[in-house]
Structures are given as structure tokens and as C-alpha cells.
């Protein structure tokens, strides 16, 4: 994947949305990533797998922001 990927520059978009419940990129990239594939955001128990190069991705590029 790479970072200037639409979908990547998207998700990196929405993890932020995530940053009012805690600042944590690798949580929120991952919660981005999650409600993408599943369709919902993670419940306190899901523990759904996400596509790795994926997640990767989308942390790599908000963290280059």
C-alpha cells in the first residue's frame, strides 16, 4: 500500500476522528482500519483481525503528517 493511496489518505482521515476518545495514532489507525473492513466500529470484546499492510499503511502516513 502505498500512503498517497485514496483509501489510506481516507482512513488516515478518519483515525482522527478517533483522537477525542485518546491520542493514540496506533489505536485510532487501527479503529479507522477496523470500521472500514467490518463495516462497524470495534466493540470492549471484538477482536476482528485487520489486514496488516493495510493498518501499516495508514499509520505510516499519519505519522508522516
Known amino acids: 500500500m502505498d500512503e498517497k493511496d485514496p ?3 481516507y482512513l488516515v482521515q ?3 476522528e478517533f483522537d477525542a476518545t485518546g491520542k493514540d495514532p496506533e489505536r485510532n489507525c487501527w479503529m479507522a ?3 472500514h473492513v467490518h463495516g462497524v466500529p470495534p466493540s470492549e470484546y ?3 483481525e485487520v489486514p496488516e ?3 501499516l499503511a495508514v499509520l505510516e502516513a ?3 503528517q
Do not use: F, G, M
Request: hydrophobic residues 45%.
Open 7 to 9: 483509501l489510506v489518505e
Open 14 to 16: 478518519a483515525s482522527h
Open 33 to 35: 482500519v477496523h470500521l
Open 46 to 48: 471484538d477482536i476482528r
Open 53 to 55: 499492510d493495510l493498518y
Open 62 to 64: 499519519r505519522r508522516a
